[in-house]
């Protein structure tokens, strides 16, 4: 028997959901996650699906699961199939292609062949958004999650890891929203267990979690943020699952509605919050053009320098921002970190 756990947003959300689920439990955990990636990653924005995809495999309740041999078929791109080799987890995907009540039966066919019950685990908290936040980004998935998770009847609960660490909603502001909520703290150990993927995939708030977890604090400056670690951001809180609908009103409007699609769905969330969430995700932070050679070219005390200035007085950099500010690849994060002399989850500039 075992719980279900379900990366509520995609991207590198897996990363951290595995540490959450080492925290909670020591057996290897299924996660289920949406194929949800940035547009570095894949030229095809909103969700992948399994047309999306080859060598997929079936695992419990028939649901399509990531090996090594998974690969995309381009345009689209994802790194779920090189997680699956370098997470100690089973990764399942989430395709809601075919709109909230074909997701819903996916998630609850999975959970019940699982024998446990339902765990969503949130990196950063806008799952219990209220709409109208202004560092708001990214709602539609968790929402689309949380209403899919209800609509299976079957007993689930929130976790939102590192409250604010995504830069979406303040710390403080997601506190106020759970209050007498219980906090664990995950060990060293389990934030170990992402190690080997967090050393090359670009995810940032499950690297400042992990980075939290083993005891960095201060400034970190993300790519479209900057983050202050303190020692509210090392922790995994849980709550109620109505508790976190009831802070949603996007996902609320799924269950009230039922839209038919995913583009529906993703209407209605334009509806509410403004953004739309199967549109590209807007490019920020300006990129340079790569160095011809990638890292080959450059020299470690100039490299930390530029980052030490474009960080202007952060404590951190993490090494997504760090590859962005160098004019590099995010696929050059491994050998950044070679020439930085980097193994932590974050840079340290101080």
Not at 207 to 226: E, I, K
Not at 240 to 265: I, K
């Amino acid at each position: 028997m075992s719980d279900l756990y379900v990366a509520a947003g995609g991207g590198g959300d897996p990363l951290g959901t595995l540490i959450a689920a080492r925290t909670v439990t020591a057996a290897p955990p299924l996660i289920a996650t949406y194929a949800w990636e940035r547009p570095e990653i894949s030229d095809t924005p909103g969700p992948l699906g399994e047309r999306h995809f080859t060598g997929l495999a079936r695992s419990v309740g028939g649901a399509p699961a990531f090996t090594p041999g998974t690969r995309a078929r381009r345009p689209a791109g994802s790194t779920l199939p090189r997680l699956a080799a370098d997470l100690p987890a089973r990764l399942l995907l989430l395709d809601p292609a075919r709109g909230l009540s074909a997701l819903a039966g996916r998630i609850g066919a999975m959970a019940e062949a699982a024998g446990g019950r339902i765990r969503i685990v949130d990196i950063g908290g806008d799952i219990l958004t209220h709409g109208d936040e202004p560092g708001l980004c990214s709602p539609f998935g968790d929402a689309l999650t949380l209403a899919a998770c209800h609509l299976t009847g079957i007993p689930t609960t929130v976790h939102v890891a590192g409250p604010g660490l995504d830069g979406e909603i303040d710390e403080r502001t997601l506190l106020a929203r759970m209050p007498g909520c219980h906090a664990l703290t995950p060990g060293p150990a389990a934030a170990s267990a992402a190690a080997r993927a967090l050393a090359w995939h670009p995810s940032e708030a499950s690297a400042l979690w992990a980075a939290a977890v083993h005891g960095a604090r201060g400034t970190v400056r993300a790519v479209n943020h900057t983050a202050e670690l303190t020692g509210v951001s090392a922790k995994l809180y849980h709550l109620p699952l109505d508790e976190a609908v009831a802070h949603n009103p996007v996902a609320r409007a799924l269950l009230a509605e039922r839209p038919g699609t995913l583009e529906e769905s993703a209407d209605l969330s334009h509806r509410l919050t403004g953004i739309h969430g199967l549109a590209p995700e807007d490019a920020r932070t300006p990129r340079q053009d790569p160095p011809a050679g990638g890292t080959a070219l450059l020299d470690r005390a100039v490299a930390v320098k530029a980052l030490r200035e474009a960080a202007a007085g952060a404590e951190h950099v993490t090494f997504r921002y760090a590859a962005r500010s160098l004019g590099l690849a995010w696929t050059d994060i491994p050998a950044l970190r070679e020439l930085l002399g980097s193994d932590t989850p974050l840079l340290r500039l101080t």
